[in-house]
């Protein structure tokens, strides 16, 4: 009878908060060792958010459409700005701590 190995996760923590985005680029969320996933959302009713790393524009990367969101699976620092006015972001953060 052969058998499957298992293997141990560690337990998930969250941690959420919001942040008002502009029009220049601003820092979402810091670089964490831990985090294992992360869900940014768009609350914003009219203006796209669009996030990346610290040279993010509205003309380089990923778009999150008002009421949208995203889950990305990185550890890195995420950055965010605003196609026009401001955009109402949360995030829901998962890490192993």
Partial sequence: ????????????????????IGTVA????????????ILVQNLSATNDLYIGNASV????TVKIA???????????????VASADTCDVRYLEEYCG
């Fill in 1 to 20: 009878m052969s058998h499957n190995p298992v293997t141990e996760v560690a337990p998930s923590e969250f941690a959420h908060s919001n942040k008002t």
């Fill in 26 to 37: 601003d820092k979402l969320v810091d670089e964490n060792s831990y985090r294992r996933s």
């Fill in 57 to 60: 524009t509205t003309a380089n």
């Fill in 66 to 80: 008002p009421g949208e969101g995203l889950t990305l699976y990185t550890r890195s620092a995420i950055y965010a």
